[in-house]
C-alpha cells in the first residue's frame, strides 16, 4: 500500500519559518518527481514545488526565492523549507509523487497557517 506521510505544518507569524517534510513508502518503481501543491478555501490546487530525482527544484514565481525544496532520494523524502512566510501562503499542502511508470500519489494534506 502507498503513502505519502507529510509533516512539519501548523500556525506561524508572517515572516516565519517551517519545514515540511514527506515520507513516501510502498512504492516499488522508480520515482520521477515528488513535489508540493498547496490549496486555499476556494481555490484551486496549485504547484508550489518539484524535484526530479537527481534534479533541481523549479517553482511556484509566487514562492521562488523564499521556498526551497529538497529531497533525500534514498529514504524518499522530500522537503520543503518555507522562509519569510506570508499571510497568502496559508493552504492546505500536499506532497505529490510521480513514479517512472506514470502513477500519481498524494498525501492526505498538512495546514499550514501564516497569522499573527
Known amino acids: 500500500q502507498v503513502q505519502l506521510v507529510e509533516s512539519g505544518g501548523g500556525l506561524v507569524q508572517p515572516g516565519g519559518s517551517l519545514r515540511l517534510s514527506c515520507a513516501a513508502s510502498?512504492?516499488?518503481?522508480?520515482?520521477?518527481?515528488m513535489g508540493w501543491y498547496r490549496q486555499a478555501p476556494g481555490k484551486e490546487r496549485e504547484l508550489v514545488a518539484r524535484?526530479?530525482?537527481?534534479?533541481?527544484?523549479n517553482y511556484a514565481d509566487s514562492v521562488r526565492g523564499r521556498f526551497t525544496i529538497s529531497s533525500d532520494n534514498a529514504k524518499k523524502t522530500v522537503y520543503l523549507q518555507m522562509s519569510s512566510l506570508k499571510p497568502e501562503d496559508t493552504a492546505v499542502y500536499y506532497c505529490?509523487?510521480?513514479?517512472?511508470?506514470?502513477?500519481?500519489?498524494w498525501g492526505q494534506g498538512t495546514q499550514v497557517t501564516v497569522s499573527s
Open positions: 510502498g512504492i516499488s518503481v522508480g520515482i520521477y518527481t
Open positions: 524535484i526530479a530525482t537527481g534534479g533541481r527544484g
Open positions: 505529490n509523487a510521480r513514479t517512472t511508470i506514470g502513477n500519481n500519489y
